[in-house]
T-cell receptor, first 115, second 115 residues
Framework: QQQVKQSPQSLIVQKGGISIINCAYE??????FPWYQQFPGKGPALLIA?????SEKKEGRFTISFNKSAKQFSLHIMDSQPGDSATYFC??????????????FGQGTILTVHP | EAGVVQSPRYKIIEKKQPVAFWCNPI?????LYWYLQNLGQGPELLIR????????DSQLPKDRFSAERLKGVDSTLKIQPAELGDSAVYLC?????????????FGPGTRLTVL
């Protein structure tokens, strides 16, 4: 019930295209959903995050869409650029018990943006 | 502002040997995390510290892994003895506090190879 399932495993997009990565979760107690970006040899870095009280959050070219009833959320990267090529992880956490603040990560999506 | 510092960046050891990883969190960050990241997977929490107290070590294999955070600043993660399956990247992260909505800042990780 703590799992976060992410798809696709890899994604290839042309420059200027839209990249879409999806995540699904089971634990309805999750109430914080961040997306992390990781470049080779680096640690993950927070990209954008959403709380379940809103259905969408946009920051520049990055948008999170959140569907509470379906227990799904997705990352949309508009006008994808070669510099966006990285591994993207969705995650979730909740403020309950010993798991307070614990991030559960998805399996990751390797995004390649061709010039 | 300096980020999370980890050393060494790479470590190659023979199985059954001990190994230790060091982490220096961002100044002022009370919460420190150690994660394990297997190849092609998302990070998995090993242990979380609030100041010098380990508040969640439920995922730490205590038969061979140990950790400490003396004086509530730097932290060391140790494996003794190492096994082939321990080959992975060990990530350290820190945040201002253990609240679920506080951004976690990751270090670059230590890549461990056990031969």
């Amino acid at each position: 019930q703590q799992q976060v399932k992410q798809s696709p495993q890899s994604l290839i997009v042309q420059k200027g295209g839209i990249s879409i990565i999806n995540c699904a979760y089971e634990n309805t107690a999750f109430d914080y959903f961040p997306w992390y970006q990781q470049f080779p040899g680096k640690g993950p870095a927070l990209l954008i995050a959403i709380r379940p009280d809103v259905s969408e959050k946009k920051e520049g070219r990055f948008t999170i869409s959140f569907n509470k009833s379906a227990k799904q959320f997705s990352l949309h990267i508009m006008d994808s650029q070669p510099g966006d090529s990285a591994t993207y992880f969705c995650a979730a956490s909740w403020a309950g018990g010993t798991s307070y603040g614990k991030l559960t990560f998805g399996q990751g999506t390797i995004l390649t943006v061709h010039p | 502002e300096a980020g999370v510092v980890q050393s060494p960046r790479y470590k190659i050891i023979e199985k059954k040997q001990p190994v230790a990883f060091w982490c220096n969190p961002i100044s002022g960050h009370n919460t420190l995390y150690w994660y394990l990241q297997n190849l092609g997977q998302g990070p998995e929490l090993l242990i979380r510290y609030e100041n010098e107290e380990a508040v969640d070590d439920s995922q730490l294999p205590k038969d061979r892994f140990s950790a400490e955070r003396l004086k509530g600043v730097d932290s060391t993660l140790k494996i003794q003895p190492a096994e082939l399956g321990d080959s992975a990247v060990y990530l350290c992260a820190s945040s201002l506090s253990q609240g679920p909505y506080n951004e976690q800042f990751f270090g670059p990780g230590t890549r461990l190879t056990v031969l």
